[in-house]
């Protein structure tokens, strides 16, 4: 069972993350961020990863905290639920389009984070969201979780449309990358034996 749960306390925030890789993309997510919980629910569902997140924080402040420990809280609930990462396809990729958008997402599930964020917004919100954010949310994953993640929007008019192409492909990829390869489900995805560290 590749189940995972994680609670996240500080003067800041509280975040408690539940999560099942092997779902049917359920999901109950209360951030207190309308938009943010839009784009997880994406994620949940377009990645089959069952997902219960709820969260507190000082939103009277900013949404800032919130969304970049949402963010770390998922993540590290995915690696705990990946575990060794033996038997995982490790890569995924998926091109996705949103009506006039098109955004790419790569990943490698190689438990060394790096973030490649090649994404424009023409406004600066989103609703009461500042779309900087965005990018904050993705870095704080790719952390915990432990995946090199290149994001690169190709074209898109609708600020909206634009992010949340962003949001299904990481969820497609992920979908691809934690998947088991039954040909070799006790094996580490490397020829070093383990995943992380240095090049």
């Known amino acids: 069972m590749r189940q995972a749960t994680v609670t ?5 925030t ?10 049917t993309g359920q999901y109950e997510v209360s951030t207190g961020i309308g938009f943010l919980d839009h784009m997880l629910e994406q994620v949940s569902r377009h990645s089959l990863m069952d997902l219960r997140v709820h969260a507190k924080g000082d939103t009277h402040i ?14 590290q609930a995915v690696t705990q639920a990946l575990g060794d990462r033996k038997g995982i396809q490790r890569y995924g990729s998926a ?5 006039e958008a098109l955004t790419q997402v790569a990943v490698d599930l190689s438990n ?6 090649k994404v424009d917004f023409s406004r600066d919100k989103l609703g009461d969201m500042d779309t900087e954010l965005f990018k904050e949310w993705f870095q704080a994953f ?13 074209y898109g008019e609708n600020n909206h449309h634009i992010v949340e192409s962003c949001y299904k492909a990481l969820a ?3 979908r691809q990358a934690w ?13 070093k034996g383990v995943l992380g560290g240095t090049l």
């Open 14 to 23: 509280e975040i408690t993350v539940w999560l099942d890789l092997d779902g």
């Open 179 to 191: 998947e088991i390869d039954p040909r070799k489900a006790d094996a580490v995805p490397s020829t």
């Open 142 to 154: 790719s952390q915990t979780a432990g995946v090199t993640l290149h994001v690169a929007n190709h």
């Open 172 to 174: 497609r990829a992920l």
């Open 95 to 99: 091109l996705i389009p949103m009506d």
């Open 62 to 75: 900013d949404f800032h905290h919130t969304t970049e420990d949402t963010g770390l809280a998922i993540g």
């Open 8 to 12: 996240r306390a500080t003067k800041e």
């Open 112 to 117: 060394r984070p790096y973030l490649i964020w």
